[in-house]
């Protein structure tokens, strides 16, 4: 009987070392295989972006790279900061570029047909989305560059622009929201790196889409 009883105790050890080695093997493959974006700096893209933006946005991957940049040209008086986190064939980013174009004239040129769009603004800031493009978006936001001495009331402007590109984790409104927070958070980060020169808070996020 006791040796009954030993093999049935030996058996059921194996089976709970098998089941533990199993969810090791499981949780390993997880961390190793599919943690990827995590292991980005919280604030990807020299600070520009939550790295949570990226998370929900892309499917999960092994690796995951990151990039943020400020280009200048002192003699066109202008800035360009991009952005993007990328996992093997997907990618969500942006750049945020400063202009002339006022509010009028670029909301215009993005679309002709106004019920195509989805329009929303705080404190003078003011963002764009297509309806049947979910995702793409885009923000404007008023600023003079810090090297320009003429008149700051002529259109100046910084818009950021952003998208993903290939398979995404989220989908539909979900998706839309993403990249419009991804374009706003690139927008105000833009704005301080590129010295914009006019005073500005930002609020901590723009309306939310589906609250429009």
Same mark, same amino acid.
């Given at each position: 009987?006791?040796?009954?009883?030993?093999?049935?105790?030996?058996?059921?050890?194996?089976?709970?070392?098998?089941?533990?080695?199993?969810?090791?093997?499981?949780?390993?493959?997880?961390?190793?295989?599919?943690?990827?974006?995590?292991?980005?700096?919280?604030?990807?893209?020299?600070?520009?972006?939550?790295?949570?933006?990226?998370?929900?946005?892309?499917?999960?991957?092994?690796?995951?790279?990151?990039? %943020?940049?400020?280009?200048?040209?002192?003699?066109?008086?202008?800035?360009?900061?991009?952005?993007?986190?990328?996992?093997?064939?997907?990618?969500?980013? %942006?750049?945020?570029?400063?202009?002339?174009?006022?509010?009028?004239?670029?909301?215009?040129?993005?679309?002709?047909?106004?019920?195509?769009?989805?329009?929303?603004?705080?404190?003078?800031?003011?963002?764009?989305?297509?309806?049947?493009?979910?995702?793409?978006?885009?923000?404007?936001?008023?600023?003079?560059?810090?090297?320009?001495?003429?008149?700051?009331?002529?259109?100046?402007?910084?818009?950021?622009?952003?998208?993903?590109?290939?398979?995404?984790?989220?989908?539909?409104?979900?998706?839309?929201?993403?990249?419009?927070?991804?374009?706003?958070?690139?927008?105000?980060?833009?704005?301080?790196?590129?010295?914009?020169?006019?005073?500005?808070?930002?609020?901590?996020?723009?309306?939310?889409?589906?609250?429009?």
């Amino acid at each position: 009987m006791d040796t009954v009883q030993n093999t049935w105790r030996k058996r059921l050890l194996g089976a709970g070392i098998a089941g533990v080695t199993v969810a090791c093997a499981v949780l390993g493959y997880v961390e190793i295989f599919t943690k990827g974006i995590e292991r980005l700096p919280e604030k990807p893209c020299a600070g520009a972006v939550d790295r949570e933006l990226a998370v929900r946005a892309l499917p999960s991957a092994r690796k995951a790279k990151e990039r %943020g940049k400020l280009t200048t040209s002192s003699a066109l008086e202008t800035f360009t900061f991009s952005c993007y986190v990328q996992t093997n064939e997907s990618m969500v980013s %942006g750049e945020a570029s400063s202009g002339s174009a006022t509010l009028e004239s670029w909301q215009e040129y993005k679309s002709s047909e106004p019920e195509e769009r989805i329009t929303f603004s705080s404190d003078g800031i003011h963002g764009l989305t297509m309806r049947d493009r979910p995702d793409t978006a885009w923000v404007y936001v008023p600023c003079t560059p810090p090297r320009h001495v003429g008149d700051r009331h002529k259109g100046h402007s910084l818009i950021a622009e952003a998208r993903t590109i290939g398979e995404t984790r989220a989908e539909g409104e979900e998706l839309r929201q993403i990249v419009v927070d991804f374009a706003y958070e690139l927008a105000r980060h833009a704005y301080e790196v590129g010295e914009c020169q006019e005073p500005r808070e930002f609020p901590g996020e723009l309306p939310r889409i589906g609250s429009l």
